[in-house]
């Protein structure tokens, strides 16, 4: 149990300051290059890697690798160390291949993701930044099967640590930029050398981050050795293991693909409303399903699988439904302090250097729109949780694949309706709706599976929370409102007025109302909370 504890523990701190610094990445590099055009030629090459690795890999990584390795560590005769090596040089060698083929394809991908013309300075500037940050493909593909070997080996200081590296090298890279650079934003100003430094510094961070995890490797006792000896590597084994969990990748991928395209069209007719302002707002609204969400579904998905093998359904009713109220009981008023507060959030950490205040108030109109999306998303992916309890990869497929077509649908409508300067708004609805609708699908097939969910008790325990984060959003409104008419727009001090009191005692008001009327998963948040206090 101390081990367990301890592990958790790195886990928790590693994951919480990988966080913070990411966030203090994304205001430098928004301080260096603003959210404008430049902002949008980053940012679109900056996603494809990720979008690629997600194809190749990531999706794969922890429902089939990591099971796999496993499974020859404890069948193998050599401990399966001579598999981790196979399963190593294959993917060395795959994302070599597969990187040196992006940087060639490198203006084909950025005309995938982007409705712009090739010729325009655009599209030529984030092809060189793409054929600049393309190339840590190899390397990040490499770092991720490095630490799914470490996870299996219970070393997990150093997979939760390297993203930290990562970011302290790029933030640094975009400090040098700031003050290499006399203007960071301007578009047609920017030399192929300050792009070599922006995207390769990038690039920089990526190798800094599997190099940690290699070392780290080599100390866990692993010895690499190349193996090609391929046809023992079980490929079409994971192929056919993971073949579900890539079919969702895609379908996702598909619909990011569609988002890059509308967005970075309504960058091109209104500047700073582009893909910069989505990807950013995007990153704060995940924030609190990554903190919360993600630590309550991988507590609660064990207890289910263990219920579901079992046959006792009763049990995963219990579980499924006290992991979305104790969600809830803190994403209910996160959301409606985001639909509130959203400029005030974003002008502190975006207002500055080469980007406009009005750029960043225009971030937190995204934000205050995803704040619609928070809860029926976090619900969304608790509900995923059910069928993956049933080891069912098949029917999350079809369910992401509804969300995605009718996300895409919704986007379309909405891009050709609104005008340019509200089109990425449109986008964080079509987003908000989408979810909302595949909560709604998930849920009835979910019940089915599992003979009812409880669906009345949730109802009234959500109902309740709302009710009681009304007041704490009436307090936000209420400090918006003062501050603008008493000291006039959203400067950076003014906005950490509203966040002070909107946001700090708004949420004191929350957690004082919803101990009265007693509502149980707040207060055992907070007990939790106070007991780590008080030790």
Known sequence: MSRLLRASAIMAAGTMVSRVTGFIRTMVLAYAIGTAFLGDAYNAAYAIPYSILDLLLLGVLSSVVVPMIVRAQQQDPDGGRAYEQRLLTFA?????????????????????????????????????????????????????????????RDRFAAPMWAPVVNNLVVICVLIAYAIVVTDGSDLNSVSNGELALL???????????????????????FRFVARFDLRNARLGEMARAGVWT????????????????????????????????????????????????????????P????????????????????????????????????????????????????????????????????GLALVPFAVFQMLLRVFYSFGDTRTPVFVGAGTTAVNAALMVLFYSLLPARYAVMGLALAYAIAYGLGAIAAWMLASRRVGGLGGWQIGMAMTKMYLA??????????????????????????????????????????????????????????GMVAGRVRR
């Not at 325009?120 to 799914?148: N, S």
């Not at 906005?495 to 509502?519: D, N, P, Q």
């Open 92 to 152: 060395t060698i795959v994302l070599i291949v597969v990187a040196a083929l992006a940087v060639l394809a490198a203006p084909l991908l950025i005309d995938l993701y982007t409705d712009w013309d090739r010729g325009e300075r655009k599209f030529e500037v984030a092809v060189r930044l793409a054929q600049f940050i393309l190339p840590q493909l190899a390397f990040f593909g490499i770092g991720a099967v490095a630490g799914a070997i470490l996870n299996t």
């Open 199 to 221: 995207g390769l510094g990038t690039t920089a961070g990526i190798v800094a981050q599997a190099t940690v995890l290699v070392i780290a490797l080599k100390r866990a006792g």
């Open 246 to 301: 890539i079919g969702y990748v895609v379908v996702t991928q598909l619909g990011f693909m569609l988002t890059t395209n509308l967005s970075s069209a309504a960058g091109d007719a209104v500047a700073g409303h582009g893909i910069s302002p989505y990807t950013l707002a995007f990153q704060l609204f995940q924030l609190p399903y990554g903190v919360v969400g993600v630590s309550v579904i991988t507590a609660m998905l």
């Open 303 to 370: 207890r289910m699988s263990r219920a579901v093998a079992e046959g006792r359904f009763a049990e995963v009713r219990t579980e499924f439904g006290s992991g979305v109220r104790l969600i809830g009981a803190v994403m209910v008023p996160v959301s409606l302090l985001l639909m509130v507060l959203g400029p005030a959030i974003t002008v502190p950490l975006y207002g500055h250097g080469a980007n406009t205040v009005a750029n960043a108030i225009y971030i937190g109109n995204v934000l205050q729109v995803y």
């Open 469 to 526: 984060a009304l007041p704490t959003a009436a307090l936000a409104l209420a400090s918006v409102w003062a501050v603008q008419e008493v000291f006039g727009g959203l400067g950076f001090l003014n906005s950490m007025i509203i966040l002070t009191v909107g946001g700090g005692l708004g949420m004191l008001l929350y957690l004082w109302i919803a101990h009265r009327v007693r509502i149980p998963e707040v207060s055992s948040v907070v």
